[in-house]
Every structure is written in structure tokens, then in C-alpha cells.
């Protein structure tokens, strides 16, 4: 039986055939340099069918390499892919897996006081509320105190409840 590394490098360019049409040639050599970020947008591509044919197992194989490689934007990728069961069997623990190792990685991590507006944290928020809507336990916990915070959010009854009821969850 042949070793996982080499059933790896065997199918290295899987699904890149598929992939076609001008302005792609740059960012097709970039995932054959194996960039994460381009294997990111690769696996993006297959899982919304935006140039290519839908294709989510080939988009969860392009955005698992780009995880593994450290793109945190790919890590949080999974993590959705995983709490929907698109292009992957649904696990929810795997999912809170990923997206506190995107969590981890992001450098725009914000912090307590750190205005919505500032780089990066709206789409820390954006990340968080998307990850507590497909039960993402950890994004549950953060999508809840932020809420309840409202430093970050709108500060409203109805946010606070819906603080309260995300913590319960997680």
C-alpha cells in the first residue's frame, strides 16, 4: 500500500483542470507553488461554483490544504463546511476544531474596546455571527459575549437576549 504523502502528491492537482477562463493563469500558478492563500480561492471557486462547476468535495480537499498550510481564512472555510455537511460529512466538533484554530491565527483578532470599525474586527463579528448561526460551539461562546458586551454591536435588549440564549448553546 502506498504511504498518504504519496497519494497526496499524486492527486496535488486535483480538480485544477476544471478550471479555466482569463485572469485565472496567475492564480493557478500561485496554487501550484502551493500558496495557501491561492489554494483558498481555489477551494472557494469549487465551493461556490463560480467559474467552475460546483464541485464542494474538491472544494473542502483545496481549502484543507490551505488550512493545513495556515491560511486562517481557509481554517474558518472548513469549519463552515463541516457545521453545513457541504462537501464533507457534518461534525460539529471538527467544525469548533477549525474555527478556533482560525480564531488563533487571524493577526485581526480584536480585542475589548476595539471599535466594529477598525480593520479586520467587523470581519472577526461577520465570522463569529456566521459560525453561532450553524451552531459552531465556540462561535456560539463568541458571537454571545460580544452580544452582551455590545461594544462591538448594537447594544439592544434583543441583543442581549440573544447573547444569553448563544451562551446557553455553547
Known sequence: P??????????????VHLVHGAGNEGLLASVATRDPWAMTWLGR?????EGVAFEPKL??????RAARAGSAKAQ???AMALAKGKGIARDREQANVWFLKAMRRNPLAPHPGVPASATGVREYLD??????????PEACLRYGMELLRG?????SPGNREQGRDLLNAA
Do not use: N
Request: net charge negative; aromatic share 10%.
Open 127 to 136: 465570522q463569529v455571527r456566521h459560525g453561532s448561526e450553524v451552531g459552531i
Open 45 to 49: 471557486k469549487f465551493m461556490k461554483g
Open 151 to 155: 461594544d462591538r454591536v448594537e447594544d
Open 59 to 64: 472544494g473542502v480537499l483545496w481549502l484543507r
Open 2 to 15: 502506498r504511504e498518504p504523502a504519496e497519494v497526496e502528491e499524486e492527486t496535488w492537482d486535483e480538480g
Open 76 to 78: 474558518f472555510e472548513m
